[in-house]
Nanobody
Framework: EVQLVESGGGLVQPGGSLRLSCAAS????????MTWVRQAPGKGLEWVCG???????YYADSMKGRFTISRDNAKNTVYLQMNSLKPEYTAKYYC?????????????????RGQGTQVTGSS
């Protein structure tokens, strides 16, 4: 059974930092791309960033320079380092396994998604 368990969320002051973690199990983590998505209050899911199995990283334009995705295959964990946070980054953050057809990854479509961790930026 695929399991994705996010942690590390919380309340953060403007300009602060958080590191989110996603512990994965039930599949071959090292062979899988991983992605982070978020959902702000009253809005739909928004893609944040992704990392391929070989460590290549991709970011939504609005996240570049503030967010860093990384992975530790020995720990079956993917991370999201968030810096210089603003109140508008308040959202529930989810890790997910993106859909794949051969060599093509669909960052916006997910086979599996965790339960999420809440990040709240204070104003």
């Amino acid at each position: 059974e695929v399991q994705l368990v996010e942690s590390g969320g919380g309340l953060v002051q403007p300009g602060g930092s958080l590191r989110l973690s996603c512990a994965a199990s039930g599949f071959t983590f090292g062979s899988s791309a991983m992605t982070w998505v978020r959902q702000a209050p009253g809005k739909g899911l928004e893609w944040v960033c992704g990392i391929t199995s070989d460590g290549s990283t991709y970011y939504a334009d609005s996240m570049k320079g503030r967010f860093t995705i990384s992975r530790d295959n020995a720990k079956n964990t993917v991370y999201l380092q968030m810096n210089s946070l603003k109140p508008e980054y308040t959202a529930k953050y989810y890790c997910a396994i993106p859909q794949r057809t051969g060599p093509i990854l669909y960052w916006g479509k997910y086979d599996y998604r965790g339960q999420g961790t809440q990040v709240t930026g204070s104003s």
